[in-house]
């Protein structure tokens, strides 16, 4: 016989407004197997749970019932009360008599009766619970960090200086990201390449980081704690531990292709690194371009080179590595022009590779009619920058003169829902009012528009920053562009004034898109690929908006930067450094537990028609062989790996010979339950 | 000018109701004004503008909305997939439905109209009328 306890909670007037609690606890105390009720006014309280205990000790009771609030409240409080009291977690359980009962009913009668329902229901489900065990799960204490930007870095760093041994997956051959790109940076102008390299220095020195440049991950199995990842070393034909980076080769190599890292306006070599503080400082070869793969001609490189590190035969690695947490910082890119209107071309670096070739042989940037001086806000940063294609110049791409009228045009692809992305992107009234100083400063006599719709400067010291750009001759007017045309060697701007009402033209040498933010394109694969969920642009969705803005949908994957939504820098690195702070908490544990209500396989049962297989969303089941105590093969059967599994129940309902069920939600427990209805109240 | 703030709820919903716009969905960027080749005045953003605020008389009323063509650039380039084009044609609509027409057919003379190719006289009419 059952000794079960049945706590009636009154939650203060929440439920005892519309639940007879005292009459409840009387009917519910009658049934078989209850040995012991109690009503009380609060049972989260502590004095509440003093009594719970004392109550499970005194009557040595084997099964606990508490009527109350929504298992999402107080569940786990109670849970622990009872392992606390020495009664198997699991052997409690929560009727919810408030939001599903109290909260939605106003006549007393009804709502009772159907408090007493409810509480029987539980008790009939409770007497088949079974003592269950918590999983423990061991942990490896080694992150992985996919994306070796801004946000990359700095968990890296925050991580290994907590003693977390780190590997940096970074697709490009350098570390460093678009900030690398950035000249100076809002709101105080600093110099972006400044703050950043030394960061990539350290980085690249500090012995519990790995970088893995020019290197993609392929896969991702395992479950918090014990990932596996499966990455490629992609080949860079230059044997990495001989190189010293001295630049012979890469100033030598007499084929240039256009330069992604400067958003195409300038030239770089085949074998190149994107920039002169790049880390690693080991160039690569671009086999797409370079003769010496596309008809074995040239060579040049491997004869300078001193070191003798080209190797032209090196082939893709595949390492496998195991992690015991995952930082996703996979970055962002700035949208294409799709306006025809703007001038709409495609830039090279964003059109698929399999095109960049025809197009760069059939549509040079200077020719067919497109507006070569419409440049986004990634080319001004170039061409503003000192490093850049320009020294730091700002010259028009077109023909090299300086631009004596720059028109800035912001919300471009943003905040249009018929051609563009519906949100807002947040950095561009920063970043213009920054070009507009970055080109003041370098042309003193040119003159700069803004046309802008709100201005959205919310942040520290930002309002004060457009306040500075407005006094420094930004005339900033207020409406949208319509359309850009070409007028001799000028471009024609015929935009409007919204606050006049009027149509106005303005005849510019250069105009600058603040282009939106988006995902970059292989987002949605890498999602995939990790197991993540995505919202509709291709962010990485958080689990919760507000109160767990750094954890992905899936547990031990962690988010930072701009591929979770639009950010500027010092909000990329604050995620960055939560995200680390999230894996460390995962690591201060030398043991995981992992709740035990997973899906369990009767093997004798199961007949192999591997429908859970298909249909489990976490990848948790695999296919097993059943042996003898010989080791002969007997037949094949599921097996649930506990630590995948997620307890959704899906394999518990497409199983047809009914032998998977879930832990804590059995056929048994759950028939119990529903038998126990008497529908009094419907 | 002091414009007092009325809301002229059932004309601006018959408005919506013929063109099928919602005229709260502008948020007044200004492109529209910025590309009509008809250089209106008052433009199509400060017309939306005037139905916004609840002056509907002063946008039916206005002499700008028989200067467009209706060529659809504003309603092509429109960020927030207004159309700017349609909501003045639906302005043209209610204006004839309520107002005196301002040519009288009849006195238009038969031999005009028979020399006249019937879809531009028709089409003149909207416009002119």
């Known amino acids: ?682 | 000018m002091q414009i007092l703030m009325k809301s002229n709820q059932s004309a601006l919903k018959e408005l919506e109701l013929a063109t099928g716009e919602i005229v709260s969905d502008c948020y007044q960027c200004g492109k529209c004004t910025a590309g009509c080749p008809a250089s209106m005045d008052p433009s199509p953003s400060v017309l939306i503008h005037y139905l916004k605020l609840g002056l509907f008389e002063k946008a039916v009323n206005s002499e700008s909305i028989w200067s467009c063509m209706g060529c659809l650039t504003c309603s092509e380039r429109c960020p927030k997939n207004v159309s700017p084009a349609a909501i003045v044609e639906g302005l043209k609509r209610l204006h004839l439905n309520r107002m005196k027409p301002r040519v009288i057919l009849h006195a238009l003379g038969q031999e005009f109209l028979a020399n006249s190719t019937q879809q531009a006289v028709v089409s003149g009419f909207r416009k002119f009328v």
Request: aromatic share 8%; with cysteine; hydrophobic share 35%.
């Open chain 1, 1 to 682: 016989m059952a000794k079960i306890g049945v706590f009636v909670c009154q939650c203060g007037n929440n439920i005892a407004r519309t639940v007879d609690t005292a009459d409840v606890a009387e009917k519910t105390g009658e049934l078989s197997g209850v040995a012991h009720v109690e009503d009380y006014k609060f049972m989260c309280s502590a004095p509440g749970q003093e009594m719970f205990k004392k109550a499970i000790k005194d009557n040595n009771l084997d099964g606990c019932i508490v009527s109350a609030c929504s298992p999402k409240m107080h569940e786990a409080t109670f849970r622990k009360a009872a392992e606390d009291a020495g009664l198997n977690p699991f052997k409690v359980e929560i009727a919810n008599i408030r939001e599903q009962c109290s909260w939605v009913h106003d006549d007393k009668e009804i709502a009772t009766a159907k408090s007493k329902d409810i509480t029987k229901m539980m008790v009939n489900r409770l007497k088949y619970n079974r003592p269950l065990e918590r999983y423990k799960m061991p942990v490896t204490k080694r992150a992985l960090i996919i994306g070796g930007g801004i946000a990359g870095i700095q968990a890296a760093l925050d991580l290994a200086n907590a003693q977390i041994p780190v590997s940096i997956v970074e697709r490009e051959p350098s570390l460093g990201g678009n900030m690398a790109r950035l000249s100076e940076t809002f709101p105080t102008l600093d110099c972006s390449q400044c703050i950043l390299t030394p960061r990539m220095v350290e980085v690249s020195n500090h012995p519990l980081i790995s970088i893995h440049s020019y290197a993609e991950l392929e896969k991702l199995d395992g479950y918090i704690g014990n990932f596996r990842a499966t990455i490629r070393l992609k080949a860079k034909s230059v044997i990495e531990k001989d190189c010293t980076g001295c630049g012979e080769c890469w100033e030598k190599c007499p084929f240039t292709v256009e330069n992604e890292f400067d958003m195409g306006l300038s030239k770089r070599s085949v074998i190149y690194i994107p920039f002169p503080q790049a880390v690693p400082t080991v160039p690569v070869i671009d086999r797409e371009n370079c003769p010496k793969f596309i008809k074995d001609k040239c060579g040049l490189c491997a004869k300078v080179c001193g070191q003798q590190c080209i190797d032209f035969t090196q082939q893709d690695r595949v390492i496998e590595e195991e992690f015991g947490a995952v930082i996703v910082a996979t970055g962002f890119k700035l949208m294409p022009n799709v306006y025809k209107e703007y001038g709409g071309y495609r830039p090279p670096h964003m059109t698929p590779k399999k095109l960049t070739a025809k197009i760069r042989k059939t549509l040079p940037r200077s020719t067919a009619g497109r507006l070569v001086d419409v440049i986004n806000g990634l080319e001004f940063e170039r061409l503003a920058s000192a490093s850049g294609p320009t020294g730091g110049e700002i010259r028009r791409p077109s023909d090299g003169k300086v631009p004596e009228t720059v028109v800035f045009i912001a919300c471009v692809g943003s905040r249009d829902c018929n051609k563009g992305v519906e949100y807002c992107s947040k950095i561009c009234c920063m970043y213009t009012a920054k070009h507009t100083m970055l080109y003041q400063h370098n042309v003193h006599h040119g003159k700069s528009y803004v046309f802008y719709m709100d201005i959205r400067a919310g942040g520290k010291g930002y309002e004060e920053f457009i306040n500075r750009a407005q006094s420094e001759n930004a005339n900033y007017v207020r409406g949208r562009v319509s359309r850009l045309s070409k007028k001799g060697d000028k471009i024609l701007v015929k935009g409007a004034d919204t606050f006049t009402g009027h149509a106005l033209e303005i005849e510019a040498d250069m105009v600058v898109l603040a282009t939106a933010m988006v995902p970059q394109e292989d987002a949605m694969g890498v999602a995939k690929n990790l197991g993540i969920s995505y919202d509709q642009h291709g962010f990485f969705s958080e689990q919760h908006p507000k109160l767990m803005p750094v954890d992905s949908s899936t547990g031990g994957i962690y988010l930072a930067g701009a591929c979770q939504g639009v950010k500027d820098i010092p909000e990329t690195v604050a995620q960055a450094s939560a995200a680390a702070s999230k894996v460390m908490q995962l690591f201060s544990r030398e043991e995981l537990e992992r709740e035990p209500e997973v899906a369990i396989v009767d093997e004798k049962n199961c007949m192999n028609c591997w429908d859970c297989v298909t249909v489990c969303p976490y990848n948790a089941i695999d296919r097993t062989e059943i042996t003898n105590r010989q080791g002969q093969f007997l037949k094949w059967a599921a097996k649930v790996n506990p630590g995948l599994c997620q307890g959704c129940g899906l394999c518990n309902t497409v199983c047809r010979s009914k032998s998977i069920e879930l832990e804590g939600y059995t056929d048994q427990q759950v028939y119990a339950q529903i038998t126990a209805f008497e529908g009094a109240f419907v």
